[in-house]
């Protein structure tokens, strides 16, 4: 099976624009989480979809939003960047239906840097 | 929501020599207790996990230990070699609130 993938890879933004970052999880897995990862804070959780609804939502303000479609692929979205949002954006995803309960497959991520 | 704290920070051993990694975890909900190892650059990977039905689990070099009643979490890996060096990360998750919940990880390096 294919793994987990994520794009796009890299991204440059200015402060105030918005990003879209998208998520393809493993065939078959119906739960996509998104964390956010930075050198000092590590694997921060952002939310988490299964089945085309959010599950769960961690402590990040309503700029960062997501969605997931019924092929169980997942986007992101922040809008007005700020440069306290450069940082790699990671997905996993999963087959269980209880939250955080199950193996979760990490993609490579999208490493976004605010200008 | 679950709170994961992990120790140490970084952790320097000679390679051949034992290495062991430990994680507390604060909501009694949680089940399920992975370890990721992430190398510079790429994605995490699993190295193993444990249910809360088990106290200890082992795939060749590595073992992870649970006692549910401390709230404690442990990685051991034996014989290190070049190629553990990485960050490891614990995580605590299945409670049904939060997800899986990270500790901030540990920079293991295994010194020649």
């Known amino acids: 099976k294919a793994g987990v993938t994520q794009t796009p890879r890299y991204l440059i933004k200015t402060r105030g624009q918005q990003v879209t970052l998208s998520c393809s999880p493993i065939?078959?897995?119906?739960?996509v989480s998104w964390y956010q990862q930075t050198p000092g804070q590590g694997l921060q959780f952002l939310f988490e979809?299964?089945?085309?609804?959010?599950?769960n939502k961690g402590n990040f303000p309503g700029r960062f939003s997501g969605r997931q479609f019924s092929n169980s692929r997942s986007e992101m979205n922040v809008s007005t960047l700020e440069l306290g949002d450069s940082a790699l954006y990671l997905c996993?995803?999963?087959?269980?239906?209880?939250?955080?309960?199950?193996?979760?497959?990490f993609g490579p991520g999208t490493r976004l840097t605010v200008l | 929501g679950e709170n994961v704290e992990q120790h140490p920070s970084t952790l320097s051993v000679q390679e051949g020599d034992s290495a062991v990694i430990k994680c507390t975890y604060s909501d009694s909900a949680s089940n399920y207790f992975p370890w990721y190892k992430q190398e510079l650059g790429k994605r995490p990977q699993l190295i193993i996990d444990?249910?809360?039905?088990?106290g200890e689990k082992k795939d060749q070099r590595i073992a992870v230990t649970l006692n549910k009643t401390a709230k404690h979490f442990s990685l051991h890996i034996t014989e290190t070699q070049p190629e553990d060096s990485a960050v490891y990360f614990c995580?605590?998750?299945?409670?049904?609130?939060?997800?899986?919940?990270f500790g901030k990880g540990t920079h293991l390096i295994i010194q020649p």
């Open positions: 996993a995803s999963s087959l269980s239906s209880a939250p955080g309960g199950d193996t979760q497959y």
């Open positions: 979809y299964f089945s085309e609804t959010q599950r």
């Open positions: 065939s078959g897995h119906r739960s």
């Open positions: 995580a605590a998750g299945g409670g049904g609130a939060d997800g899986l919940t």
């Open positions: 444990i249910r809360s039905n088990v």
